[in-house]
Protein backbone atom coordinates (compact mmCIF):
# COMPACT_ATOMS: atom_id res chain seq x y z
CA UNK A 1 0.00 0.00 0.00
CA UNK A 2 0.58 3.95 -0.55
CA UNK A 3 -0.41 7.25 0.23
CA UNK A 4 0.35 11.00 -1.18
CA UNK A 5 -1.51 14.02 -1.19
CA UNK A 6 -2.43 15.84 -4.33
CA UNK A 7 -2.73 19.69 -4.35
CA UNK A 8 -5.53 20.27 -6.42
CA UNK A 9 -7.19 23.69 -7.40
CA UNK A 10 -10.39 22.97 -4.89
CA UNK A 11 -7.80 22.00 -1.70
CA UNK A 12 -6.07 18.96 -0.71
CA UNK A 13 -6.93 15.32 -1.68
CA UNK A 14 -5.84 12.17 -0.17
CA UNK A 15 -4.61 9.29 -2.29
CA UNK A 16 -4.30 5.53 -1.27
CA UNK A 17 -3.14 2.68 -3.38
CA UNK A 18 -2.33 -1.07 -3.82
CA UNK A 19 -0.33 -2.67 -6.32
CA UNK A 20 -3.41 -3.56 -8.20
CA UNK A 21 -4.81 0.01 -7.96
CA UNK A 22 -6.40 2.93 -6.51
CA UNK A 23 -8.11 2.03 -3.53
CA UNK A 24 -9.35 5.98 -1.64
CA UNK A 25 -9.68 9.19 -3.05
CA UNK A 26 -10.34 11.49 0.54
CA UNK A 27 -12.10 15.10 -0.59
CA UNK A 28 -10.60 16.35 2.83
CA UNK A 29 -6.98 15.73 2.77
CA UNK A 30 -4.56 13.32 3.35
CA UNK A 31 -5.53 9.53 3.92
CA UNK A 32 -4.62 7.13 6.71
CA UNK A 33 -2.01 4.61 5.73
CA UNK A 34 -3.55 1.06 5.09
CA UNK A 35 -0.84 -1.00 5.51
CA UNK A 36 3.28 -0.69 4.64
CA UNK A 37 3.64 2.22 2.64
CA UNK A 38 6.74 1.17 0.59
CA UNK A 39 5.04 -0.72 -1.98
CA UNK A 40 6.56 0.74 -5.41
CA UNK A 41 3.65 -0.87 -7.32
CA UNK A 42 1.35 1.18 -5.31
CA UNK A 43 3.63 4.28 -5.22
CA UNK A 44 3.93 3.67 -9.19
CA UNK A 45 -0.44 3.49 -9.49
CA UNK A 46 -0.10 6.97 -7.37
CA UNK A 47 2.01 8.53 -10.05
CA UNK A 48 -0.56 7.55 -12.59
CA UNK A 49 -3.13 9.03 -10.56
CA UNK A 50 -1.66 12.24 -9.38
CA UNK A 51 -0.53 12.77 -13.29
CA UNK A 52 -4.27 12.39 -14.51
CA UNK A 53 -5.58 14.24 -11.76
CA UNK A 54 -3.62 17.59 -13.18
CA UNK A 55 -4.39 16.81 -16.63
CA UNK A 56 -8.35 16.79 -15.57
CA UNK A 57 -8.07 20.14 -13.65
CA UNK A 58 -6.08 21.80 -16.33
CA UNK A 59 -8.65 20.68 -18.84
CA UNK A 60 -6.96 18.17 -20.68
CA UNK A 61 -8.12 14.68 -19.45
CA UNK A 62 -12.29 13.66 -19.92
CA UNK A 63 -11.74 10.05 -18.68
CA UNK A 64 -9.43 8.09 -16.15
CA UNK A 65 -7.91 4.89 -16.74
CA UNK A 66 -6.17 4.37 -13.63
CA UNK A 67 -6.82 0.97 -12.46
CA UNK A 68 -9.07 0.95 -9.24
CA UNK A 69 -8.75 -1.77 -6.80
CA UNK A 70 -12.48 -1.64 -5.23
CA UNK A 71 -14.81 -4.69 -4.52
CA UNK A 72 -18.21 -2.59 -4.86
CA UNK A 73 -19.80 -5.39 -4.40
CA UNK A 74 -23.02 -6.63 -6.54
CA UNK A 75 -25.92 -5.26 -4.32
CA UNK A 76 -27.18 -1.96 -5.06
CA UNK A 77 -24.64 0.07 -4.20
CA UNK A 78 -22.04 -1.55 -6.40
CA UNK A 79 -24.55 -1.19 -9.37
CA UNK A 80 -25.41 2.17 -9.05
CA UNK A 81 -21.64 3.09 -8.49
CA UNK A 82 -20.89 1.19 -11.40
CA UNK A 83 -23.47 2.39 -13.54
CA UNK A 84 -21.76 5.85 -12.55
CA UNK A 85 -18.72 5.28 -14.07
CA UNK A 86 -20.56 5.37 -17.37
CA UNK A 87 -22.01 8.83 -16.74
CA UNK A 88 -20.02 10.60 -19.34
CA UNK A 89 -17.77 14.11 -18.71
CA UNK A 90 -19.50 17.43 -19.19
CA UNK A 91 -23.16 15.54 -18.50
CA UNK A 92 -25.43 14.75 -15.13
CA UNK A 93 -27.56 12.09 -14.32
CA UNK A 94 -30.48 12.51 -11.89
CA UNK A 95 -30.20 10.31 -8.52
CA UNK A 96 -33.45 8.75 -9.89
CA UNK A 97 -31.92 8.16 -13.37
CA UNK A 98 -28.90 6.61 -11.63
CA UNK A 99 -31.25 4.48 -9.50
CA UNK A 100 -33.25 3.11 -12.79
CA UNK A 101 -29.99 2.69 -14.71
CA UNK A 102 -28.88 0.29 -11.29
CA UNK A 103 -32.12 -1.52 -11.99
CA UNK A 104 -34.08 -0.11 -9.28
CA UNK A 105 -35.87 3.00 -10.59
CA UNK A 106 -37.71 3.98 -7.25
CA UNK A 107 -34.62 3.71 -5.24
CA UNK A 108 -33.47 7.55 -5.89
CA UNK A 109 -32.37 7.75 -1.95
CA UNK A 110 -30.80 5.00 -1.65
CA UNK A 111 -28.80 6.21 -4.67
CA UNK A 112 -27.85 9.35 -3.29
CA UNK A 113 -26.84 7.19 -0.29
CA UNK A 114 -24.42 4.83 -2.70
CA UNK A 115 -23.09 8.00 -3.89
CA UNK A 116 -21.94 9.27 0.11
CA UNK A 117 -20.51 6.11 0.15
CA UNK A 118 -17.78 6.22 -2.54
CA UNK A 119 -14.35 5.56 -2.30
CA UNK A 120 -13.31 6.99 -5.22
CA UNK A 121 -14.74 10.52 -5.61
CA UNK A 122 -13.67 11.97 -9.06
CA UNK A 123 -12.57 8.90 -10.62
CA UNK A 124 -15.92 6.85 -9.77
CA UNK A 125 -17.81 10.49 -10.62
CA UNK A 126 -20.50 11.14 -7.95
CA UNK A 127 -20.46 15.08 -8.15
CA UNK A 128 -22.31 14.17 -11.42
CA UNK A 129 -25.15 13.28 -9.73
CA UNK A 130 -27.61 16.03 -9.22
CA UNK A 131 -31.37 16.64 -7.51
CA UNK A 132 -34.17 16.38 -10.77
CA UNK A 133 -35.39 19.27 -8.55
CA UNK A 134 -32.56 21.86 -9.50
CA UNK A 135 -30.09 22.63 -8.13
CA UNK A 136 -26.78 20.39 -7.65
CA UNK A 137 -27.60 18.51 -4.74
CA UNK A 138 -24.94 17.28 -1.99
CA UNK A 139 -21.30 16.20 -2.32
CA UNK A 140 -18.86 14.82 0.40
CA UNK A 141 -16.19 17.29 -0.89
CA UNK A 142 -19.12 20.26 0.16
CA UNK A 143 -20.88 22.19 -2.31
CA UNK A 144 -18.98 24.79 -3.41
CA UNK A 145 -16.29 21.87 -4.63
CA UNK A 146 -19.27 20.12 -6.55
CA UNK A 147 -20.07 22.85 -8.33
CA UNK A 148 -16.53 23.54 -9.15
CA UNK A 149 -15.76 19.83 -10.28
CA UNK A 150 -19.70 20.88 -12.47
CA UNK A 151 -18.24 23.85 -14.13
CA UNK A 152 -14.72 22.04 -14.90
CA UNK A 153 -16.82 19.70 -17.28
CA UNK A 154 -19.02 22.49 -18.25
CA UNK A 155 -22.19 21.05 -17.09
CA UNK A 156 -25.03 23.10 -16.84
CA UNK A 157 -25.96 22.35 -13.83
CA UNK A 158 -23.25 24.22 -12.30
Not at 92 to 100: I, K, S
Not at 115 to 129: D, G
Amino acid sequence: MATTSFDSPLGPLGLAASPRGLVEVSLRGPVAPHGPEDDPDARAILDVARRQLTEYFAGERREFDVPLDVDLGDGFRGRALAALTRVPFGETVTYGGLADAAGYPKAARAAGTACSTNPLAIFIPCHRVVPASGGIGKYGGGEPMKRALLELEGTANA
